[in-house]
């Protein structure tokens, strides 16, 4: 697939519910699919990075230390990631294979979103927000579009049945997508213990 944009997302997200109109720039136009698609696109779009763990947004970070003392239960406390959406699991220093490191989010004295963890100077491997539609993969691309004409389809269609069509295509498609990710990272990881969140 070549690269796409906001507009080529919108006229994908169009084409699934049937429509006929086609936007010439997301961005200035003031049509009314413009105008549904600038509306549900970001929202959109986080939610797909949100619902599952891509490698193109994928991050990992050594955490800095929170101001705030931990409660109790937790040994310490670290300032939440700026460019994380979504954060995935502490990386254990033994290694791949092991169970899970616990950790919690909470909000700080201060006002700010902190994690609370046991594990001493912890990385944090997290989903950032991204935007930039060139690192979108095409299969990631087409699962946007399908949410995006989900959250499109009542104001454009009134059609109960084509949300509901555009949502199960999301579903597949995205899954699709993660099916085919964990085959390109699992080669070459003979005994690790596969803890991808994709496969359900």
Do not use: C
Request: no cysteine; hydrophobic share 35%.
């Amino acid at each position: 697939m070549a690269a796409v944009d906001k507009t080529n997302i919108a006229n994908l997200a169009l084409s699934h519910l049937r429509e006929k109109g086609f936007i010439e720039n997301v961005e200035t136009s003031n049509q009314a699919e413009a105008k549904n698609a600038n509306l549900w696109y970001d929202p959109s779009r986080r939610q797909v990075l949100v619902d599952f763990d891509l490698g193109f947004a994928r991050k990992r970070q050594t955490l800095t230390a929170h101001g705030d003392d931990p409660p109790a239960e937790w040994a310490f406390r670290y300032q939440y990631p700026a460019s994380s959406i979504q954060p995935r699991h502490i990386e254990d220093p033994l290694g791949r294979g092991r169970p899970p490191i616990p950790f919690d989010l909470e909000q700080s004295d201060d006002g700010t979103q902190s994690i609370l963890t046991n594990e001493e100077d912890a990385i944090l491997v997290f989903t950032r927000d991204v935007t930039n539609t060139l690192f979108f993969t095409p299969h990631f691309v087409l699962g946007f579009s399908y949410l995006l004409a989900h959250y499109m389809a009542g104001a454009l269609t009134g059609k109960k049945s084509i949300q509901d069509d555009t949502l199960a295509k999301y579903n597949l498609m995205i899954n699709t997508a993660g099916a085919n990710e964990a085959n390109a990272t699992s080669k070459g990881t003979e005994g690790w213990t596969d803890t991808n969140p994709w496969k359900r």
